[in-house]
């Protein structure tokens, strides 16, 4: 089995900041890269920060200069680094893994950016 879990979500103000992680396990191997998605409600999934293995990193426009994506050594955890954080960041975030010639997704962390 393959497990995705993110964690690091939770209320925040806006201006605030949070870090999420995410950790792949099991019988992954063969990993391009790992990244984070979110969905608002009424609103579609998309890319927030993707990250290569190699470390190349893409982002939506909308986090570029407040969010940061990052991994570790051992290339099984990424993390989003969020500041800044806005009322319209708010969304269930799903982390995602590119691995396998496959993608796996996390079961979500809710974020809400609200004073």
């Known amino acids: 089995q393959v497990q995705v879990v993110e964690s690091g979500g939770g209320l925040v103000q806006p201006g605030g900041s949070l870090r999420l992680s995410c950790a792949a396990s099991?019988?992954?191997?063969?990993?391009?890269?790992m990244g984070w998605y979110r969905q608002a409600p009424g609103k579609q999934r998309e890319l927030v920060a993707g990250?290569?293995?190699?470390?190349?990193?893409n982002y939506a426009d909308s986090v570029k200069g407040r969010f940061t994506i990052s991994r570790d050594g051992a290339k099984k955890t990424v993390y989003l680094q969020m500041n800044s954080l806005k009322p319209e960041d708010t969304a269930v975030y799903y982390c995602?893994?590119?691995?396998?010639?496959?993608?796996?997704w996390g079961q979500g962390t809710q974020i809400t950016v609200s004073s």
């Open positions: 990250i290569t293995m190699g470390g190349s990193t």
């Open positions: 995602n893994v590119d691995g396998n010639r496959r993608y796996y």
């Open positions: 099991g019988s992954i191997f063969s990993i391009y890269a």
